[in-house]
């Protein structure tokens, strides 16, 4: 099975949520103990071992804050 890492920018996250829905492991989550410098809690993921690698995060981020990088 593929693998994949993922990491935020999260200064420029917004904490809109859309990477959390469009995740099928459902491993991403906005962080609620963290305020970025927009003021937002960020996403951030839970568990990088259950990454599949499919990109739906980065793809439906609005801002492009979001890259995957597949092994």
């Known amino acids: 099975m593929a693998k994949g890492t993922v990491s935020f920018n999260k ?4 904490g809109c949520g859309l990477c959390v829905d469009a995740c099928p492991v459902k491993i ?29 995060c980065a793809t439906m981020c609005p801002d492009s804050v979001i ?5």
């Open 28 to 56: 991403i989550s906005m962080d609620n103990s963290k305020i970025n410098k927009k003021g937002y809690n960020p996403a951030s993921v839970n568990d990088m071992d259950k990454c599949i690698g499919c990109t739906n």
């Open 67 to 71: 890259t995957v990088e597949r092994d």
């Open 11 to 14: 200064d420029l996250c917004k």
